[in-house]
């Protein structure tokens, strides 16, 4: 519902000048000719119209075209339906969440004892993670403003300093020069301007050519609105940039007068154009669509808003994090645009906690972004992770060439459990990421190559039969830190005999990996205790498809993970594809209660958080499983004990 | 001709209804469009209905009462909890009325604030995420009586549907 718009802010750069037309009033003295009156009061009018038109300011006004029928087009659909992609994208949405009902409240119509689970310290304390980035303590949600400086990574984080919950947030600093050992700075930027008192916000790094770095963030006013600001480091010379200046000229941006002063947020790193100007995104939404904006600027100093729209997409609802890059076989700065390069425009969705992508063209002259396949539009086809994985971010990593991606994992425990282990969320491992040119219509990501720099001692398997409805023990020591590297082949008797499957496969809506069929369910066992009470299959299932085609589906099923009732039991997964000659691989990083999955080389990835009572420290084990009807499968797989990474507060030597 | 005083009054007092009556009516439609999107439509109208803020309020605020709501009576069934618990004949009612304590403790100072400032910031997916937490703490109480109906059976009702409409109303903004 519309609501009014309170007086104009200060800062809004949009209104135009208003000069109140004057009005003749009718003269008293009928005996003035009426032609003279006219001609006075239409040369007022044109006097007062070149004024206003000169006072102005000149740059077309987006609110009065998202208005007018040329943006209709994108707007329509309001509160309507988000068409139903062809190609069977997954989109797990737990049941109920839609209503407003939390996913873990499944729980509730499980019946039998509601209790919460008596968490000890003990297992409480292994939920830690050994080298994922967190916070010693408390709350962390969005990555920001990741990028490369002088020799370090720097990366920055929304925190809450006070609680396990959200609130009350501030930006977290961490430094490391490899993207795993990570240590603590002091917080970069605190609530302390009005116009960011009641929340600093998540932002984005712009790496200057001559070295200078402007950091675009949002921060939450006074009033409440949000509102976009600027900040630099104090000191450009100290490589752990530990002090931030915030710019005097804040806020720069506010609301566009369409947008309600609760919908804009989260800018992104800036571009340079051929026209010799920065420009950035920004995501809101009109109705029940997305969103984004785009911002120019040639010094940081003044901004001004493009016309139109880079993008919008019905029924997609408020977009968070908006994320705006080109994409080769190989990693792109930002910058970089011309013929042929494709651009990936990304959002994360308010409504559904997922973070979509898709591939299209930039037109920079147009300011437009249209995706290759629109029935795969942003926000309704392809998501980076069918796991926990939000709020993500990439930037260009000039030491390496690479564009690296950051992900938010928040936790899939009772909140209860992470104020009494006094701390909540990680992000996922770093991962590269660049188009598959093989398919051409996905990226591919895969954990940064110094994460390989965390293997300690392997064992490996070679060609071990795994017979249909059987589970294979891997004799490795303990199994919460692993990096499992692993192929699968199915048995081509099986594979030709198997039945045409009459509906797709959907991990989300499917029995996990209890399901049997012909051709599936097989992986995995991770996090599983001896006699698998507790189990975390990661799993491929294969089905026929009409002209005998096979249809892949990579999943993650927490359902058994834990026996605790207090924590999330769903099956994440999705479809992926698998080329011709290519064997079914997977990756898999265990560390603690953490599961990050990559299937194929990365053209799907999982992530998921388990929370298991009894595999836990010395009791947790790693099995094949093939719960398959009539498939025998045969895998080969190395596993890797993982170091720490030793994640501890930054002091000089 | 002059026209008479009592003319210009009526017409001027017509005026005045024909644009304020519109409001009045809008804002009880606010309410019952917004209730009857969440789980509980009947006690959402009630409560939002009973207090004064809802005439003027908009969705978010409709959400921050349904919070304030939350927390109020969880204040109030606290004190409950204890004097019964003081009461309490059996060693397992103690030891439920107890939990339950820390239930409705654990809503106040946790999941109540985030749920106020989530709603009056604008990232509305945390009062969702908290609130439908709230619901799970006060089952979980009601649970620990082993399947009985507990001696605050009514308070954890009410407490139950005040955090789901809450949450509910959250999710519209999103």
Known sequence: MAEPYPSRSPVDQEDPGYAPLAGGEEPRDHRRPIRAILAVGLSVLLVVGIVIGFSTDTSPDVCAEVNSARLEPFLLGGAGQRSVPVKTVVRPVPRGVNEGVSAKSNRVFAGANLRGFPWNNSMLSWQRTAYHFQPEKNWMNDPNGPMYYKGWYHFFYQYNPDAAVWGNIVWGHAVSEDLIHWLYLPLAMVADQWYDINGVWSGSATVLPDGQVMMLYTGSSNESQQLQNLAYPANLSDPLLIDWVKHPGNPILAPPQCIDKLDFRDPTTAWYTSGGKWRFAVGAKINKTGVSFVYETEDFKSYKLLPGLLHAVPGTGMWECVDFFPVSDDGLDTSVNGPGVKHVMKVSLDDDRHDYYAIGTYNEEANTWVPDSPEIDVGIGIRYDYGIFYASKTFYDQNKSRRILWGWITESDSEYADVQKGWASLQALPRTIVLDTKTGSNLLQWPVEEVDSLRLSSKEFDSVEVEAGTVVPLDVETATQVDIVAEFELDKQALEAAPEADADYVCSASGGASQRSALGPFGLLVLADDDLSEQTPVYFYVVKGPNGTLKTSICTDQSRSSVATDVHKQVYGSFVPVLEGEKLSLRILVDHSIVETFAQGGRSCITARVYPTKAIYGAARVFLFNNATEANVKASLKIWQMNSAFIRPYSPQ | ?174
């Open chain 2, 1 to 174: 001709m002059k026209t008479p005083a009592v003319f210009k009054l009526l017409s001027f007092s017509q005026i005045l209804l024909i644009t304020v009556l519109p409001f009045a009516s809008a804002s009880t439609d606010l309410v019952n469009y917004t209730c009857r999107k969440t789980p509980y439509t009947v006690f959402c109208a009630a409560a939002l209905g009973l207090d004064p803020r809802s005439s003027t309020a908009d969705t978010k605020t409709l959400g921050l009462i349904m919070v304030d709501k939350v927390e109020a009576h969880a204040k109030s069934t606290l004190t409950k909890i204890k004097y019964l618990r003081g009461k309490a004949a059996h060693p397992r009612t103690k030891q439920a009325l107890t939990s339950c304590e820390q239930s409705y403790g654990f809503i106040v100072s946790a999941m109540v604030p985030p749920s106020k400032e989530s709603l009056t910031k604008g990232d509305y997916k945390f009062a969702v995420e908290y609130m439908n937490a709230a619901v799970n703490d006060v089952q979980e109480c009601e649970a620990g009586f082993g399947g009985s109906k507990s001696p605050i059976s009514d308070s954890n009702d009410y407490e139950h549907k005040a955090a789901a409409v809450a949450s509910a109303i959250a999710g519209l903004l999103l």
